[in-house]
């Protein structure tokens, strides 16, 4: 199998095998709610307890395709997938694709990942709509594809596990609105959704912009950005530079982590507030020190078991859930101490793993 991306050929090695250290006893069942009909956010959904298979009927080869592993948000999602893989007993190849501009990489390395033998296909994507003819011809082989995390369009997906990011991006827009109401003082925002075309970019723009209109929140710029550290914190500085009265950053994880160091170099840490509309460690430390007000988690290590489960369900013929997610929850630095954190990151000293045997 071609690997094209550098860190996926350098960390090929980091192999999982039974019996990790990192495995937890038990996850589930687990609070999550179904979509029906499937694959449309606004259809009505009910919650129920998610209990996957206790074990495979036989070692099937599962490939993930992730954008990038740029960021500890895909780790938390690596962890989740190479963990039930490994507790389930099927193997999984991840590739990642080095970021959010690199869409024909994605392509080509799930046509590998297929080519060579590939059971079922998990997809991380890219592209809301530019994995769709790939989708098409994986699907017209009988192979199973589950749409994880970001979003896809097509209509000929087998599953998805993933959450309405336009509902965390309205969580975190409406955490600022409950803060500033119509007829408060105005508030200065920049806002930072993430890389343009990326479908829960999109959709997390479209929550935001729409949970804080009509509020005493003014949205000064949106600037859009790959969600890697260098460039996140380039945005930061231009906003900076150019909205000398900002109030608050609100944006990406990555935003908000890059932001943190650059505010307490200009010593406008605190005076300059910040918000993030997803979770990772650097989130997670972040409010509890006191340097970010909130974030809302979608538990993306169990989007990434669920993901794998569904996925030998449909191997073997079992009933599965069509369109599911975690509940979302907003994470605050008044109930940060009652937050599991085992539903949404690694384990502290977890490395990528990207093969499991």
């Avoid at 919650?47 to 490939?63: F, G, H, N, R, V």
């Avoid at 982590?257 to 993030?276: H, K, T, W, Y």
Wanted: aromatic fraction near 8%; proline fraction near 6%.
């Amino acid at each position: 199998m071609k690997l094209h991306s550098t860190l996926a050929v350098s960390a090929a090695a980091l192999t999982l095998v039974a019996g990790t250290a990192f495995a937890q006893d038990v996850w589930y069942p687990y609070p999550v709610e179904s979509w029906s009909p499937a694959f449309d956010m606004a259809s009505p959904r009910t919650t129920i307890d998610y209990t996957p298979l206790k074990a495979a009927s036989q070692p099937w080869e599962i490939c993930v395709s992730f954008p990038h592993m740029k960021d500890a948000y895909w780790l938390g999602v690596n962890y989740g997938v190479a963990d039930e893989a490994e507790r389930l007993g099927v193997k999984m190849q991840l590739v990642e694709a080095g970021g959010y501009t690199e869409l024909n990489t994605q392509i080509s390395q799930i046509e590998d990942c297929v080519a060579a033998g590939a059971d079922a296909v998990v997809i991380g994507a890219i592209s809301l709509d530019g994995l769709n003819n790939l989708v098409s011809e994986i699907r017209a082989e009988g192979i199973p594809v589950i749409d994880v995390i970001n979003g896809i369009s097509s209509d000929e997906l087998t599953a998805k596990s993933l959450v309405s990011f336009g509902e965390m991006g309205s969580q975190v827009g409406a955490f600022l609105a409950d803060l500033y109401p119509e007829g408060a003082d105005p508030v200065q925002v920049a806002w930072f959704p993430g890389p343009a075309g990326a479908g829960w970019v999109e959709a997390g723009n479209t929550g935001f912009l729409s949970a804080v209109e009509g509020s005493a929140v003014e949205v000064l710029d949106t600037r859009y950005g790959d969600t890697g550290r260098e460039a996140q914190a380039n945005l930061v500085e231009d906003a900076l530079e150019t909205y000398p009265e900002l109030d608050y950053i609100v944006g990406t994880a990555v935003t908000a982590e890059a932001a943190v160091p650059i505010l307490r170099s200009r010593n406008m840490l605190g005076e300059v507030q910040i918000l993030s509309y997803y979770y990772t460690p650097g989130v997670d430390t972040g409010i509890a020190r006191g340097h970010i007000l909130a974030a809302p988690t979608d538990s993306p290590v169990i989007q990434g078991r669920i993901a794998i489960d569904i996925a030998v369900r449909a191997l073997e013929g079992e009933e599965y859930e069509q369109h599911v997610g975690p509940a979302l929850r907003v994470v605050t630095q008044d109930n940060h101490a009652d937050f599991d954190t085992a539903t949404t990151l690694a384990p502290e000293g977890f490395s990528p793993i990207f093969r499991v045997e």
